[in-house]
């Protein structure tokens, strides 16, 4: 039985059914720290979505899930830790900035990556939310928010930067 890659997660991509998943995630309120049951509760994630949007007829999801994970998990999460995972599915994405911060009382500290990501089809910016607590050995990646200039994205970020700059143990 043939094993499946992320090459085979880019060949079957449908960048349409993944743009109406990245839209819909932008409906979620999030949550500092997304938790656990912040996202069972709004269970849209990056990696899933690009999977359902890969999904075909002869593949399925659960077995394209477990072969990419298996044979390029460690691709996967380096390119959504660098801001690159989508760059790297669709010639239609481009990571435009990236930040990163981290704030917690407990060591080690939970990280935030803030991605902006332009879309040219449809003209707009998303920003994607990468959570990791290695800690608790929990991390989530989604899109919180579309927004239609490149500034208003950078705004809502540093907006969001000051939310979690109020938490005390916040480290710069």
Known sequence: ???????DLVENFDLNKFIKYLDKQCKNKISYPPTPS???KNPQDIYRDLIKSSTTKKISYKKLEEDVVENSG??????????????H??????LEKNYLFAYGD????????YFIISSKINKCF?????FQDIEEGFQVAYC???????????KFVKEEQKKLEKNKFYIK
């Open 126 to 130: 998303y920003i994607i939310l990468f």
């Open 38 to 40: 912040f996202i069972r």
């Open 106 to 113: 407990k060591e080690p500290t939970p990280w935030y990556f």
């Open 89 to 94: 599915v669709h010639s239609n994405f481009k």
């Open 144 to 154: 919180i928010k579309k927004v239609k200039s490149k500034n208003l994205a950078i």
């Open 74 to 87: 460690d691709f996967m999460d380096q390119a959504m830790e660098n801001g690159n995972l989508l760059d």
């Open 1 to 7: 039985m043939k094993k499946y890659s992320f090459d």
